[in-house]
């Protein structure tokens, strides 16, 4: 087995048909041993199928202290070990101007985005702390900027970057990194289709939005999710073992931090 994760076991939580399925990949690809966990078993099974290699599928609401415990022992049971956490799981809360944004959806946005995270985090530390693990959570271009509507998933993915790097420094006495990926937009079937309802909106092309939104951008193009997985890979695996605490921006140059 050869690759920058050989022998490791990587756990991903919040695993979707996009940059889920896409890091799931990756770090097969890269010789891990890949524990894919997300509340609907049947695309889990799906996803594992798709990657190959050595995979565990785990359905999991990391809301419940239970379904949480339940993914950490199933791991260790069957593993013995932990190396790599990797967080994606996320709700996108109201659109809507922080005055007109019901305050149930802030709550439910923060319990899944930063609580569910660290719930998670809290499970799995000892057995990252027996590897001298990494973990790496999927942030957000949005805490690069203010644009309108934007507030409510602003504040989570702010409070999950605070929690992120005062977790570097509580843990990092027990050997464990953490670090984050910021994407921009991801050119995936989901922002396909979106762009289409906006091409629709305004009577032009889809390739038309592309290059608008594109053109802000100092690449003139948007990442695609196998790159922003790959930056993953990387903060995951030994060529990062000296970097903690840190925000990497995938986003083809769009935000500078």
């Known amino acids: ?17 996009g940059l889920g399925k896409a890091i799931c990949a990756r770090m097969a690809d890269n010789g891990a041993t890949v524990v894919l966990a997300a509340r609907t078993e049947s695309r889990l099974t799906d996803i594992a199928a798709s990657i190959g290699g050595n995979t565990l599928v785990v359905p999991a609401d990391i809301t419940d ?4 415990d339940n993914l950490r022992d199933r791991v260790i049971d069957t593993f013995g070990r932990a190396d790599v956490l990797v967080n994606n799981a ?14 149930d959806q802030i ?19 000892d057995p990252l702390a027996d590897t001298s693990g990494a973990i790496v959570n999927i942030n957000s271009m949005v ?33 464990i990194r953490i670090n984050s990926v910021a994407p921009g937009y991801i050119w995936d079937d989901q922002l ?41 890979v990387f903060l995951a695996s030994p060529m990062a073992r000296a970097i903690t605490g840190h925000t990497l921006d995938v986003n083809c140059g769009e935000y500078h931090d």
């Open 90 to 103: 996320f709700a996108l809360p109201s659109m809507k101007p922080l005055a007109r944004t019901d305050f």
């Open 192 to 232: 396909k289709w979106y762009f289409g309802q906006v091409a629709e909106k305004y009577g032009i092309t889809r390739e038309q939005v592309y290059e608008q939104t594109a053109a802000r951008s100092d690449l003139k193009r948007l990442p695609e999710p196998d790159e922003i997985a790959d930056a993953v």
């Open 107 to 125: 709550t439910s946005s923060l319990n899944l985005t930063v609580l569910g995270t660290l719930r998670v985090i809290k499970a799995f530390t």
């Open 65 to 68: 202290d239970a379904a949480v």
């Open 1 to 17: 087995m050869t690759g920058l994760l050989a022998g490791k076991v990587v756990v991903v939580s919040g695993v979707g048909p």
């Open 143 to 175: 805490i690069r900027h203010s644009e309108p509507r934007y507030g409510s998933y602003k504040l989570a993915k702010s409070a999950l970057l605070a929690m992120s790097q005062t977790l570097a420094t509580e843990l990092g006495e027990r050997g």
